[in-house]
């Protein structure tokens, strides 16, 4: 008998999985119900215009909530298996260096656009902490070092301010006698553009760690 | 459009299969960037920006770079082990 499956069964569970997943979307509804309506209904008490935004930040909070500890996590995961590589010199011409100092400014500048337009239209948090990440990476990548102090307490505080103040904001609105999580309709834009800008920095600080593969060396608690 | 939908999810089909199927682990890394930016072009289809920006953005740029760095940090690794052979896979 051999240990590998033969390729009939591999063939067997393909099909089965397939044929699955195309029954399933076949026997979906032409037209789906969905929770559209239901979203657009609440709009005006969600304290943002965008659908997508309203039901990311206040109707399923929790699952963002999660999603940024989750992002938190796998940080601490990184930094508790690995040390960062030393980097070696030789990529950071003057030509990289030149293009990141012009761009890294306007790279900021967009982040704080799509933050801003995620109340209104397409973009929020995770998009603006992408191109936050991007911004160190061209940063990391230009052969800049971190700066000496800042390896320890304020990335730290830098990685998990999204999980604070999401956690701080849901906690506190309990003290007005209302659910975890659940923002008053009248101060939920500003509390949801809190919650964003604070998520974006640590979203945009997990990533860019993550590329870097492991803690910095330099960074020892209390230090 | 459904000239472009129709190539569009062919060529994902492809593309997907080829990246997995690849020798070469840097081969694989660039197929998977360019599955994360068709995709892209699938979510806009789809009318669904939001998740577009988040594809282009995390899918393909940023898991993308990451890729580049775990390959690279594996061939640096295998060069230490075993000093003069080009180790690719």
């Known amino acids: 008998m051999s240990r590998a499956p033969s390729r009939a069964v591999l063939w067997l569970l393909l099909l089965t999985l397939g044929g699955g997943l ?5 026997s979906l509804p032409p037209v789906a119900q969905g929770l559209g309506e239901q979203v657009r209904q609440h709009l005006q008490v969600s304290g943002v215009e965008s659908p997508v935004t309203a039901v990311l930040l206040n109707f399923r909070g929790y699952d963002t909530l999660l999603e940024i500890a989750v992002l938190a996590l796998a940080t601490v995961a990184i930094w508790s298996v690995a040390t960062m590589p030393r980097r070696r010199r030789g990529l950071a011409g003057p030509v990289l260096v030149f293009f990141v100092q012009v761009l890294v400014p306007f790279m900021v500048l967009l982040a704080g656009y799509l933050l801003w337009s995620g109340s209104h239209a397409e973009g929020g948090a995770f998009q603006a902490g992408v191109v936050l990440a991007a911004a160190a990476l061209l940063v ?3 052969g800049a ?10 990335l ?3 990685l998990m301010l999204g999980l604070l ?3 701080g904001v849901g906690v506190l609105v309990t003290t007005t006698g209302r659910n975890f999580l659940e923002l008053p309709p009248a101060w939920a834009g500003g509390l949801i553009l ?10 945009g600080a997990s990533l860019a ?4 593969g492991g803690r910095p060396r330099n960074a020892r608690a209390g230090s | 459009m459904w000239m472009l939908d129709g190539t569009l999810a062919v060529s994902l089909v492809l593309i ?3 990246a997995l199927a690849a020798d070469d682990l840097f081969e694989a890394v660039a197929l998977f960037v360019a599955f994360g930016l068709l995709m892209t072009l699938a979510w806009v289809r789809l009318d669904a920006v939001d998740v577009a920006l988040a594809e282009a953005g995390i899918g393909a740029g940023f898991t993308g770079a990451l890729f580049l760095a775990g390959v690279a940090r594996l061939q640096r690794q295998a060069r230490v082990r075993r000093p003069g052979r080009e180790v690719h896979r």
Do not use: D, T
């Open chain 1, 22 to 26: 195309g029954w399933a979307v076949l």
């Open chain 1, 140 to 142: 990391i990548l230009a």
């Open chain 1, 145 to 154: 070092p971190l700066p000496a102090g800042a390896g320890g307490w304020p």
């Open chain 1, 156 to 158: 730290r505080v830098g």
């Open chain 1, 165 to 167: 103040v999401f956690l």
């Open chain 1, 194 to 203: 809190m919650i964003e800008a604070a998520a974006a920095i640590s979203i």
């Open chain 1, 209 to 212: 760690l993550a590329f870097r």
């Open chain 2, 16 to 18: 997907a299969s080829r």
